[in-house]
T-cell receptor, first 116, second 113 residues
Framework: KAGVTQTPRYLIKTRGQQVTLSCSPISGHRSVSWYQQTPGQGLQFLFEYFSETQRNKGNFPGRFSGRQFSNSRSEMNVSTLELGDSALYLC???????????????FGPGTRLTVL | LAKTTQPISMDSYEGQEVNITCSHNNIATNDYITWYQQFPSQGPRFIIQGYKTKVTNEVASLFIPADRKSSTLSLPRVSLSDTAVYYCLVGDGFGTGRRALTFGSGTRLQVQP
């Protein structure tokens, strides 16, 4: 089974611009979560989508948004980029609870975003 | 959300057993305990998961005491390739109202030759 894929792997933007990151989950997984990882704040949860609906949301400003498509692929958008948005953005997919599954998440390689 | 506390760093030598303990005093009844490993510039990789007592797989063992307020990841006979950051997290494994999973600060394990 192919793993979680993220595109692009690297991105350089300037302040004020916007960016869209893409994530393709493992086949059959309907849940996709996004995380931001920085040296100072560690791994922080952004949001989770399931069946095209946002199911959970972390404490990030409204500049961070996402969506999920009917094929479970997800995109994350950051508008009006700030220097502090420079980070590794990770996407994770997991199968949903059916009474026996647990919270194992499978992470992609991440997108390294640099804001200049 | 259940907060986790881990040592910031640990050092070991090849061939030794490494035990990393995570504290999660506010763990909820439905929470599972999961450990991930992360190498630089890569996404975290699932290692092991448990609910209570002891769980063992081909990579590690996870010990969870009866009160479930802590857990210990045990890596037998570490090698240089085990040098990584290890995260403990707790999360909701039941129901449709899943809460967000919270990653702690992680433990940076350095294995020396």
């Amino acid at each position: 089974k192919a793993g979680v894929t993220q595109t692009p792997r690297y991105l350089i933007k300037t302040r004020g611009q916007q960016v869209t990151l893409s994530c393709s989950p493992i086949s059959g997984h309907r849940s996709v979560s996004w995380y931001q990882q920085t040296p100072g704040q560690g791994l922080q949860f952004l949001f989770e989508y399931f069946s095209e609906t946002q199911r959970n949301k972390g404490n990030f400003p409204g500049r961070f948004s996402g969506r999920q498509f009917s094929n479970s692929r997800s995109e994350m958008n950051v508008s009006t980029l700030e220097l502090g948005d420079s980070a590794l953005y990770l996407c994770a997919s997991r199968g949903d609870w059916k009474g026996t599954s647990t919270d194992t998440q499978y992470f992609g390689p991440g997108t390294r975003l640099t804001v200049l | 959300l259940a907060k986790t506390t881990q040592p910031i760093s640990m050092d070991s030598y090849e061939g030794q057993e490494v035990n990393i303990t995570c504290s999660h005093n506010n763990i909820a009844t439905n929470d599972y305990i999961t450990w991930y490993q992360q190498f630089p510039s890569q996404g975290p990789r699932f290692i092991i998961q448990g609910y209570k007592t002891k769980v063992t797989n081909e990579v590690a063992s996870l010990f969870i005491p009866a009160d479930r307020k802590s857990s210990t990841l045990s890596l037998p006979r570490v090698s240089l390739s085990d040098t990584a950051v290890y995260y403990c997290l707790v999360g909701d494994g039941f129901g449709t109202g899943r809460r967000a999973l919270t990653f702690g600060s992680g433990t940076r394990l350095q294995v020396q030759p």
